[in-house]
């Protein structure tokens, strides 16, 4: 039996489970209409402005593993975010240059090409922009790019895989670094698993008590509100009510948004397994751990996420269940990158209506998801959610950036010049609202 599935196994039996029913239910719930709601995609999606090459992708392979991105020439990308561990390094929280813990847990790196935000906080808005960033923390690698870059040209084996990469702008640059990290890290898919043969339609490929874990996962004990999705994450911000270890205040501190302190992005479940600990602090140590923190840990505070569900009440049954289920989304041997096709990010598909200007938000969503209106006009975003909302702009022709629109709160938003501009939510990432906006109708 592959080792994962004896873990699955020794969970169940260690809590002397009867597998032949869901929990809380006499029989089995139809579970065969979420299997859309997690099927795998066909390609994964790549910017048109940088778009992955294999030359590329190999070069940020190579650069991924390149000491000399670092300030001591000692520690690259791969130091922390090592592919044997899930590309994660199987510590709370790794100690920097100063000897001190960092403040946050490595993540793993799988599915980052579906990715809306960058960093346990969300701070980067691209792989391109997030590459920098450990690179240069005087606490994590303490490298500079522009010094890497001159490192870079001297080396002749370096020149030739950069001419490959970029054949129309050969040059080994700060820009050329960043876009060859993020189109490797774009390659970073995770691969199919029992669940995934299960989403396929092999009713086989789950055990009763797998399928027991998957129910309560949807139903009972509410971790789909959150983990959503083929790679389980919403990609929004939560505080879920850890202890604080460290005073760290996360998106809260990013955005400059108090209701949001203690929130963090919403990691992915994919190959889970072999990625422990767990939470942005590393202060869960196990699965059976994470799912005791939802049923029996959680600090009441102000600024828990709506979301989280409040006064649930897990059976040792129903927990060794869901920790099973759970395992289904690993591998069964340490996982391997399984690259998909790529295809350039669309815009949302959304149908265009014309004259709106009151943009609702119930459900995580802009209601309607795309709008035509007249330049000088004014849209107005009416919190009809149970959620706080921030609303957001970021083009070059027009910043903006809300406080924290609070359910029940309205808030104007005028567009000045005519184009094309996106409309997204600070909180939410996964909130598209697509505005055309034309010139003023001549009189």
Same mark, same amino acid.
Not at 79 to 92: I, K, N
């Given at each position: 039996?592959?080792?994962?599935?004896?873990? @699955? *196994? !020794? &969970?169940?039996?260690?809590?002397?489970? $009867?597998?032949?029913? =869901?929990?809380? +239910?006499?029989?089995?719930? %139809?579970?065969?209409?979420?299997?859309?709601?997690?099927?795998?995609?066909?390609?994964?999606?790549?910017?048109?402005?940088?778009?992955?090459?294999?030359?590329?992708?190999?070069?940020?392979?190579?650069?991924?593993?390149?000491?000399?991105?670092?300030?001591?020439?000692?520690?690259?990308?791969?130091?922390?975010?090592?592919?044997?561990?899930?590309?994660?390094?199987?510590?709370?929280?790794?100690?920097?240059?100063?000897g001190e813990p960092l403040p946050r847990r490595?993540?793993?790196?799988?599915?980052?090409?579906?990715?809306?935000?960058?960093?346990?906080?969300?701070?980067?808005?691209?792989?391109?922009?997030?590459?920098?960033?450990?690179?240069?923390?005087?606490?994590?690698?303490?490298?500079?790019?522009? @010094? *890497? !870059? &001159?490192?870079?040209?001297?080396?002749? $084996?370096?020149?030739? =895989?950069?001419? +490959?990469?970029?054949?129309? %702008?050969?040059?080994?640059?700060?820009?050329?670094?960043?876009?060859?990290?993020?189109?490797?890290?774009?390659?970073?898919?995770?691969?199919?698993?029992?669940?995934?043969?299960?989403?396929?339609?092999?009713?086989?490929?789950?055990?009763?008590?797998?399928?027991?874990?998957?129910?309560?996962?949807?139903?009972?004990?509410?971790?789909?509100?959150?983990?959503?999705?083929?790679?389980?994450?919403?990609?929004?911000?939560?505080?879920?009510?850890?202890?604080?270890?460290?005073?760290?205040?996360?998106?809260?501190?990013?955005?400059?948004?108090?209701?949001?302190?203690?929130?963090?992005?919403?990691?992915?479940?994919?190959?889970?397994?072999?990625?422990?600990?767990?939470?942005?602090?590393?202060?869960?140590?196990?699965?059976?751990?994470?799912?005791?923190?939802?049923?029996?840990?959680?600090?009441?505070?102000?600024?828990?996420?709506?979301?989280?569900?409040?006064?649930?009440?897990?059976?040792?049954?129903?927990?060794?269940?869901?920790?099973?289920?759970?395992?289904?989304?690993?591998?069964?041997?340490?996982?391997?990158?399984?690259?998909?096709?790529?295809?350039?990010?669309?815009?949302?598909?959304?149908?265009?209506?014309?004259?709106?200007?009151?943009?609702?938000?119930?459900?995580?969503?802009?209601?309607?998801?795309?709008?035509?209106?007249?330049a000088g006009e004014t849209l107005t975003f009416?919190?009809?959610?149970?959620?706080?909302?921030?609303?957001?702009?970021?083009?070059?022709?027009?910043?903006?950036?809300?406080?924290?629109?609070?359910?029940?709160?309205?808030?104007?938003?005028?567009?000045?010049?005519?184009?094309?501009?996106?409309?997204?939510?600070?909180?939410?990432?996964?909130?598209?609202?697509?505005?055309?906006?034309?010139?003023?109708?001549?009189?």
């Amino acid at each position: 039996m592959p080792r994962l599935r004896r873990l @699955a *196994a !020794a &969970v169940l039996s260690l809590a002397g489970l $009867g597998l032949g029913h =869901a929990a809380g +239910a006499g029989e089995e719930p %139809d579970l065969a209409r979420w299997r859309p709601a997690f099927a795998r995609p066909d390609a994964a999606p790549e910017p048109r402005a940088n778009p992955t090459t294999p030359e590329k992708a190999a070069l940020g392979r190579a650069l991924f593993h390149d000491e000399r991105l670092s300030g001591d020439g000692r520690t690259s990308c791969a130091t922390c975010h090592q592919p044997e561990l899930s590309f994660s390094d199987g510590v709370a929280r790794r100690a920097g240059h100063d000897g001190e813990p960092l403040p946050r847990r490595t993540p793993p790196l799988w599915n980052l090409a579906w990715g809306l935000t960058f960093f346990w906080d969300g701070r980067a808005p691209t792989l391109e922009a997030q590459a920098s960033g450990p690179i240069e923390n005087p606490r994590e690698m303490a490298g500079d790019l522009a @010094a *890497a !870059a &001159v490192r870079l040209r001297g080396d002749p $084996g370096a020149i030739k =895989a950069f001419e +490959a990469a970029f054949p129309a %702008d050969p040059r080994i640059s700060e820009a050329h670094v960043r876009e060859a990290l993020a189109a490797y890290q774009r390659t970073l898919v995770s691969p199919r698993t029992r669940f995934d043969d299960w989403v396929a339609g092999n009713e086989e490929a789950l055990s009763a008590g797998e399928r027991a874990g998957l129910a309560l996962f949807v139903g009972k004990a509410g971790c789909v509100a959150c983990h959503s999705g083929w790679r389980f994450t919403d990609e929004a911000f939560h505080d879920i009510g850890l202890p604080q270890a460290t005073p760290d205040l996360g998106r809260g501190e990013a955005l400059d948004l108090r209701p949001l302190d203690r929130a963090f992005k919403t990691p992915s479940l994919r190959e889970r397994v072999w990625t422990a600990p767990y939470m942005h602090d590393g202060s869960v140590p196990t699965l059976e751990a994470a799912v005791d923190h939802y049923a029996d840990g959680i600090v009441p505070r102000p600024t828990l996420s709506p979301d989280l569900p409040r006064g649930l009440t897990l059976s040792p049954e129903e927990r060794a269940q869901l920790v099973a289920f759970l395992a289904t989304l690993s591998s069964e041997d340490p996982p391997r990158p399984a690259p998909l096709p790529t295809a350039a990010a669309t815009a949302g598909t959304e149908p265009i209506v014309a004259g709106a200007t009151r943009i609702g938000q119930s459900g995580r969503r802009f209601a309607p998801g795309a709008v035509r209106i007249h330049a000088g006009e004014t849209l107005t975003f009416v919190n009809d959610d149970t959620r706080t909302h921030q609303i957001r702009v970021d083009d070059p022709r027009m910043t903006y950036a809300s406080g924290a629109q609070e359910p029940g709160d309205t808030l104007p938003l005028t567009f000045a010049e005519p184009g094309a501009f996106e409309v997204t939510c600070g909180v939410h990432p996964e909130m598209h609202l697509s505005v055309e906006v034309e010139a003023p109708p001549r009189h």
